[in-house]
């Protein structure tokens, strides 16, 4: 057969342009699944009988509501704030409420997998149509919202006004493709990112920071901390009283962080395994010229946390012993539950991603920005509308928001590689992810490991976190805590309504799934910050030690700039 390279180009950059215009979702994967549902729906009697039967008792209750009558209630999901104001509890806003709450829970009956179809395409066409709803529930329409017309009457419709105006600044930066002004409240380097230290040590791919010590003696072992690069490091050292930095560094720990790169096209090439060796690996060996002859407390957030998992199987595989413990917050090893971001994972998915990437050089922060919004789209699309545009009201910014708008880029390659090998074939709990030509284990991982899932997480549900269990044997201490992938991590001591459930799993200790371990687990109250600084020095040498210097001059390793450096300040 002749090789015709040339065509494939032409497919490729024809898919890339349909790329840009659906936002990067393939066509291909939403009618698959649409054709998965209607097809088994339509062969089956008994569910459209059930769906019947559903839906006289639900037009009845609301029928029954109408008239005064006391009925059960259906309650919105936990995580939906939209109908929390008590004007929703009095008629007719009550009876609207109800009546898309009815839809949601009859659509929800309706797209329960049917016997012989794949359950990841119910999910699909469920999570479609829950899109579809929230852009007509009662809470975004200005005569249905009782908070609005509240407002409206009080100002005189003001708040409309404002709201106008609110939303032609968005458009027109939406149009001209204008990112936002930077919110000048915090700013990086004085009021967020502004624990003290220094870059000692800079490559193509990240800056090392070493914190400045606070104390007149530190554990004797150090701190690496490995921040995924799908985001800027600093959502750990946010302003001073939200700073998990801060608080390891005036609790006398040596902290080191890593600064990734925000890639741009040059860098569409940059392997996923790069990020281990010119990365997690270079950090680690910066880090021993520091503080020699002491091992290295390792610790990953989100995708870090993933990487440092592969780094530490590999150092085990090879007999290196460099690591004190590990410790992974919020990060995934086994992909086959990793919660509705899988919706978005298969073939034709990622191989629509791809193109897109490859003509791109880079998946953009916009793009990536745009797919975990959908996954919260009652929360983070509509509400967030309700108040600029109805409300005219913009959303006070926190040093949390102001991080998360503060995005990053990721390369092709690394994130092609990232989807396939760990997303789509979950390569690493299954016995296939190689490092450097042999396959890695997570079973050689000899160190504790001290493991942070977050209840409501939608990027890394706990229950996927959790099943490290199942893939290694090593001493383990689990901890849920209340919040989200982001707030339930940056969650310091004192803030409101935190409680955490930990339990240890010893060495030679059975299995146990994770909603037995909940039911086992102890109920502690407060931020989940203090157990990791005891069992961190429950780890260490007992004797504590001088702070090691600023960089390590003798061995080449010499402070380059304050922190955060110049990678965090990337745009």
Request: hydrophobic share 45%; with cysteine.
């Amino acid at each position: 057969m002749v090789n015709l390279p040339s065509f494939e180009t032409v497919d490729r950059v024809g898919r890339s342009m349909i790329a840009r215009f659906s936002g990067g979702i393939s066509p291909h994967a939403e009618a698959d699944a649409w054709f998965d549902w209607l097809s088994h729906f339509s062969r089956a009697p008994g569910r459209q009988l059930e769906l019947v039967a559903l839906g006289a008792v639900l037009a009845a209750r609301l029928a029954a509501l109408m008239t005064g009558s006391a009925v059960p209630l259906l309650r919105p999901e936990p995580i939906d704030h939209r109908f929390e104001d008590e004007a929703w509890q009095k008629l007719p806003f009550l009876w609207w409420q109800q009546a898309f709450l009815a839809q949601e829970e009859w659509w929800r009956s309706a797209t329960r997998p049917l016997r012989g179809m794949k359950i990841r395409d119910a999910e699909r066409v469920g999570f479609m149509i829950h899109q579809y709803l929230d852009a007509f529930s009662p809470s975004n329409m200005a005569w249905m919202n009782p908070v609005v017309i509240e407002h409206t009457f009080n100002e005189g419709g003001a708040n409309l006004g404002r709201g106008m105006r609110n939303f032609a600044e968005d458009w027109a930066r939406a149009v001209t493709m204008t990112p936002p002004e930077p919110d000048k409240s915090f700013r990086v380097g004085e009021n967020i990112a502004a624990t003290a230290g220094q870059v000692i040590f800079r490559n193509e791919l990240m800056e090392l920071i070493q914190y400045s010590p606070t104390t007149p003696d530190v554990l004797a072992e150090p701190v690496l901390i490995v921040p995924a690069w799908i985001m800027k490091y600093y959502v750990l050292d946010l302003t001073p009283q939200h700073s998990l930095v801060r608080y390891l560094v005036d609790r006398g720990i040596t902290v080191f962080m890593i600064s990734w790169l925000n890639p741009t096209p040059t860098d569409r090439d940059v392997a996923l395994d790069t990020y281990r060796t010119a990365g997690m690996m270079a950090a680690l060996a910066v880090v021993n010229a520091v503080v020699p002859g002491r091992k290295v407390h390792a610790c990953g957030y989100c995708l870090g946390g993933t990487l440092l998992a592969i780094a530490a199987a590999t150092m085990a595989r090879d007999g290196d012993d460099r690591l004190k413990t590990v410790t992974l917050l919020a990060g995934q090893t086994d992909f086959s539950e990793a919660g509705e971001l899988m919706l978005f994972v298969d073939e034709s998915q990622i191989a629509f991603l791809e193109d897109m990437m490859w003509d791109q050089g880079v998946l953009d922060s916009s793009q990536m920005s745009a797919a975990f919004r959908a996954l919260r789209s009652d929360d983070l699309v509509w509400s967030k509308m309700t108040r600029n545009y109805l409300l005219g009201e913009r959303e006070p910014i926190s040093d949390l928001m102001a991080w998360n708008a503060d995005s990053t880029r990721l390369p092709y390659l690394m994130h092609s590689q990232y989807l396939r090998g760990l997303f789509l074939e979950n390569r690493l709990t299954a016995g296939r992810f190689a490092v450097e030509g042999s396959v890695i284990a997570l079973k050689d991982l000899r160190v504790p490991m001290f493991v942070v899932g977050t209840e409501t997480d939608h990027i890394a549900p706990w229950q996927s976190v959790y099943k490290i269990h199942l893939f290694t044997d090593n001493e383990l201490t689990f901890l849920l805590t209340n919040g989200g992938h982001n707030t339930g991590i940056a969650s310091e001591p004192g803030h409101k309504g935190r409680h955490y459930d930990i339990a240890k799993r010893k060495i030679g200790d059975r299995y146990v799934d994770a909603a037995t371990w909940h039911s086992r687990a102890t109920r502690v109250d407060g931020s989940w910050w203090p157990a990791w600084i005891s069992w961190l020095v429950a780890g260490s040498d007992p004797q504590r030690t001088a702070p090691p210097s600023i960089g390590a001059p003798a061995r080449g390793v010499v402070p380059l700039c304050p922190a955060p450096g110049t990678f965090v300040l990337q745009r």
